[in-house]
C-alpha cells in the first residue's frame, strides 16, 4: 500500500524540458519584435526536440515606445495549443536580449515512467503512474497530478510540482 512520505526532490531533466539565459542582438534602430519571436521560437525548438515537439508561435507585446535597458516583455509561445510565458530582458542601448521561460514543459508519459521509478524506490514497492498523455505547461512553483497504483491494488494521488525549470519534487497526498 502506498504511504505518504516527505516531499521528495527528483532531478527530472528529461521532463522539464525548457530553453533558459538566451540571447539575442537586434539592430540599435529599435528592437526587432518579428526577430525576437522568431529567436525564441528557434531556441525554444530546439529544447523541445528532445519530446518531439514544436510552437506553432511566439507573440511578444510592442509598447508604443522602444523599451529601455532592464524593461521585460513577457512573450507567449504557444506548444500544442497551450502558453508557455516567455520572459525577455533588454540588457543594454543595443537591444541585446536575453530570456528564460517562466513554465515548465512536461512529457506527461515520459514524467510519469521516470517518476513511477522513483516513487518506486521511496515506497519500497512497484509503483505504476497515470500523469495523462501529451504535454502540460507548468508555473513554475504550481504543478498538477499523477495517479498511482502498486502491484497489491494501493492507490494514492502524487502531487507533481515544478519547483524551478530543473527540479521537480513530488509528494504522496494523503
Given at each position: 500500500?502506498?504511504?505518504?512520505?516527505?516531499?521528495?526532490?527528483?532531478?527530472?531533466?528529461?521532463?522539464?524540458?525548457?530553453?533558459?539565459?538566451?540571447?539575442?542582438?537586434?539592430?540599435?534602430?529599435?528592437?526587432?519584435?518579428?526577430?525576437?519571436?522568431?529567436?525564441?521560437?528557434?531556441?525554444?525548438?530546439?529544447?523541445?526536440?528532445?519530446?518531439?515537439?514544436?510552437?506553432?508561435?511566439?507573440?511578444?507585446?510592442?509598447?508604443?515606445?522602444?523599451?529601455?535597458?532592464?524593461?521585460?516583455?513577457?512573450?507567449?509561445?504557444?506548444?500544442?495549443?497551450?502558453?508557455?510565458?516567455?520572459?525577455?530582458?533588454v540588457e543594454d542601448e543595443d537591444f541585446n536580449v536575453t530570456f528564460n521561460t517562466l513554465d515548465v514543459v512536461y512529457e506527461l508519459t515520459d514524467t510519469a515512467e521516470?517518476?513511477?521509478?522513483?516513487?518506486?524506490?521511496?515506497?519500497?514497492?512497484?509503483?505504476?503512474?497515470?500523469?495523462?498523455?501529451?504535454?502540460?505547461?507548468?508555473?513554475?512553483?504550481?504543478?498538477?497530478?499523477?495517479?498511482?497504483?502498486?502491484?497489491?491494488?494501493?492507490?494514492?494521488?502524487?502531487?507533481?510540482?515544478?519547483?524551478d525549470i530543473e527540479d521537480t519534487s513530488w509528494e504522496i497526498l494523503e
Amino acid at each position: 500500500m502506498l504511504r505518504p512520505s516527505a516531499t521528495r526532490a527528483a532531478v527530472v531533466m528529461l521532463l522539464a524540458v525548457v530553453a533558459s539565459a538566451c540571447s539575442f542582438s537586434f539592430s540599435i534602430g529599435g528592437l526587432d519584435y518579428e526577430a525576437l519571436e522568431e529567436g525564441i521560437a528557434e531556441e525554444l525548438n530546439a529544447s523541445y526536440a528532445s519530446i518531439d515537439r514544436s510552437v506553432e508561435g511566439v507573440d511578444c507585446p510592442e509598447p508604443d515606445e522602444d523599451p529601455e535597458v532592464g524593461d521585460q516583455l513577457v512573450c507567449t509561445a504557444t506548444l500544442e495549443g497551450q502558453a508557455v510565458r516567455v520572459q525577455a530582458t533588454v540588457e543594454d542601448e543595443d537591444f541585446n536580449v536575453t530570456f528564460n521561460t517562466l513554465d515548465v514543459v512536461y512529457e506527461l508519459t515520459d514524467t510519469a515512467e521516470l517518476l513511477a521509478a522513483d516513487i518506486s524506490e521511496a515506497v519500497g514497492v512497484p509503483v505504476n503512474l497515470n500523469c495523462g498523455e501529451g504535454i502540460t505547461v507548468v508555473p513554475i512553483g504550481e504543478g498538477f497530478q499523477c495517479s498511482a497504483t502498486d502491484a497489491g491494488g494501493g492507490t494514492a494521488t502524487i502531487q507533481v510540482t515544478a519547483n524551478d525549470i530543473e527540479d521537480t519534487s513530488w509528494e504522496i497526498l494523503e
